[in-house]
């Protein structure tokens, strides 16, 4: 069975900075997978990559077999890849439905329909108190969830979460695991993530990507990534205990 | 909208339908002044309020629609309604070409904002020597007796003027609050609030931009038929001018950007604070050339220091009224 998403050898330098060095992955359909790695590991740059935000050097990204480096943001949001920014981009000036409003007219023509499912995704995230305020007095973690409702209204059939966890607390984190886990099991989403939490890396992800100066060093399920040591040494650390 | 906003805009339509019954002829024609500013502010708020494009140069779409059914008219005796048709396609052409130029090669921000400067200063220039239109002369329409009305070739009385610019103030208004609460106005808002944001949900930045740019300009032509038709003479250095581009946004400036109120309040308080000022002034033997302007900037510079978002967010505020 091809993957949903496939990335071959793709590179990309920045003014002759490798940040991501003839990277491959491959992402199966309806799994949870992690990208791991340091920071400037080129995780964020590999994100921009596939939801074509910056434009590689080398290399080629398939999506359901078929090829979509080149294609733009928008396109690739209506063949089914959505993704959330891991600096926070809300839409200030609107309320925080009309934030989500704006993703869920993708599959929703008309306003109405709109709504209500952005109104249902709020309440599933716990913003639905929220919904009435103005995007730009959330607070970080409110900001984040924000982040993650939009990209679920184009209702994609792959999500690309950009540390949706990081800045939240561990009794915040929790219904976020388990709203990522219910839209992977019941909507069929797959979900590719970066992320630092380890905790939830590990609960969600069935297959880890580890990142380190722009090059894959380790790959393959959770335990097993935990354990090589060029992970330990250039991320994890020796002797943590998760 | 909720209740307390509709029956607002019935009672302003109300007083406004009723107007030419009570009012005298230099009422008629601030009110007329006021509707035109409501309305090209509303044309231009389409593309700055909701789709956060700065356009200082829509006087070009004012000339080009007020000479193009002009020129008809003069030369050819075609009507003005027929004449309009002319004025849009030409405006939204040369917005067009705008939009096409930046918004494809991602001449974006204070460099769109120049672009337009520059199209609407390069046509005042090309107008000026444009001498089958009468160049920097000036094209002038046969002014014919003011008492008969005349809808057709839009010849008549002030108060004809007067509701055709009503019509079309209240058309511009229900045109934008048509967009602005369905998807073109969501999609032109998160592309005004975040571009990169937007993209990610699916949104195609240039369509829509060019969907914004072309309706505000076939709008504001309008307006130039309408200008033309009124003034009966036009001339490049006015219609054209920066100054009038300066007058059209400030109505919604001040009023506030993005809102649907906003445009016509704008205009309104600028009417009224302009004109008032002008005409208590004259009665006690004042007379001060350039008051006008010195008001707009007051008033631009009072309401961007106490309310940068307009007058509107606040007073609908107050009012319990939607914005």
């Known amino acids: 069975m091809t993957p949903l998403l496939e990335a071959r050898q793709v590179s990309k330098a920045f003014r002759g900075l490798r940040a991501v060095s003839n990277v491959s992955l491959s992402v199966e359909t309806n799994t949870i997978s992690a990208l ?69 007219l993708k599959g929703h023509p008309r306003l109405s329909d709109a709504r209500r499912q952005a109104d249902a995704i709020l309440e599933h995230l716990g913003l639905g108190a929220k919904r009435d305020l103005p995007a730009s007095v959330l607070t970080l973690p409110d900001r984040k969830r924000l982040e993650v409702a939009r990209a679920i209204a184009t209702q994609p059939k792959l999500l690309l979460l950009d540390e949706a966890l990081a800045g939240l607390r561990p009794i915040e984190c929790e219904p976020m695991i388990e709203f990522l886990r219910e ?47 060029a992970v330990l040494e250039c991320y994890l650390g020796t002797g943590v205990e998760i | 909208m909720n209740g307390r906003a509709i029956f607002l805009l019935a009672s302003l339509g109300m007083v406004l339908g009723m107007l030419p019954f009570v009012a005298n002829d230099y009422v008629l024609s601030v009110a007329t002044l006021f509707l035109f500013f409501a309305y090209a502010g509303q044309a231009w708020n389409i593309l700055m309020g909701f789709a956060g494009q700065l356009s200082l140069g829509h006087s070009v779409y004012l000339g080009l629609g007020a000479y193009a059914a002009a020129a008809l008219h003069y030369h050819f005796g075609i009507g003005p309604w027929a004449g309009l048709w002319l004025s849009m396609t030409l405006c939204a052409a040369l917005g067009a070409i705008i939009g096409a130029l930046a918004f494809r090669y991602s001449v974006s921000g204070v460099h769109f904002t120049l672009l337009t400067i520059a199209v609407a200063e390069f046509m005042r220039i090309g107008f000026d020597h444009f001498t089958w239109i009468g160049g920097s002369a000036g094209l002038f329409l046969k002014v014919s007796q ?178």
């Not at chain 2, 930045?205 to 009124?230: D, E, P, Q």
Request: glycine share 10%.
């Open chain 1, 183 to 229: 839209i992977n099991r019941r909507d069929g989403v797959t979900i590719l993530l970066i992320e630092h939490v380890m905790r939830a890396v590990m609960t969600l992800a069935q297959a880890v990507v580890v990142l380190h100066q722009g090059e894959v060093i380790a790959s393959g399920a959770p335990e097993q990534i935990v354990r090589e040591r």
């Open chain 2, 146 to 323: 003011r008492n008969q009305i005349d809808l057709l070739n839009l010849r008549g009385t002030p108060a004809m003027f007067y509701y055709v610019i009503l019509a079309l103030a209240a058309a511009a208004f229900a045109l934008s609050t048509w967009l602005l609460l369905r998807r073109p106005g969501y999609y032109w808002q998160a592309i005004r609030e975040n571009e990169d944001a937007a993209q990610a949900l699916g949104i195609n930045i240039f369509r829509w931009k060019m969907l914004a740019i072309i309706i505000s300009a076939s709008m504001t032509s309008l307006g130039g038929v309408f200008l033309a038709f009124y003034y009966n003479n036009l001339f490049p250095e006015q219609v054209f001018h920066i100054s009038r581009s300066i007058e059209i946004i400030l109505g919604p400036i001040i009023g506030g950007m993005g809102t649907l109120f906003g445009p016509v309040l704008g205009a309104a308080l600028l009417a009224l604070l302009a004109d008032g000022a002008t005409e208590v002034l004259a009665a006690t033997g004042w007379e001060i050339p350039g008051l006008k302007q010195l008001i707009y900037g007051i008033a631009l510079f009072v309401v961007m220091t106490l309310l940068p978002h307009g007058v509107w967010p606040e007073l609908a505020r107050k009012l319990k009224v939607s914005k």
């Open chain 1, 36 to 104: 791991i790695g340091p920071n400037g590991a080129g995780k964020t740059t590999l994100f921009n990559l596939i939801s074509g935000a910056a434009a590689l050097d080398d290399g080629k990204i398939l999506f359901r077999g078929n090829r979509i480096d080149g294609l733009r943001p928008d396109q690739l949001c209506e063949l089914g890849i959505a993704r959330t920014f891991q600096i926070v981009k809300p839409f200030s000036g609107l309320t925080v439905l009309d934030n989500v409003i704006v993703g869920a």
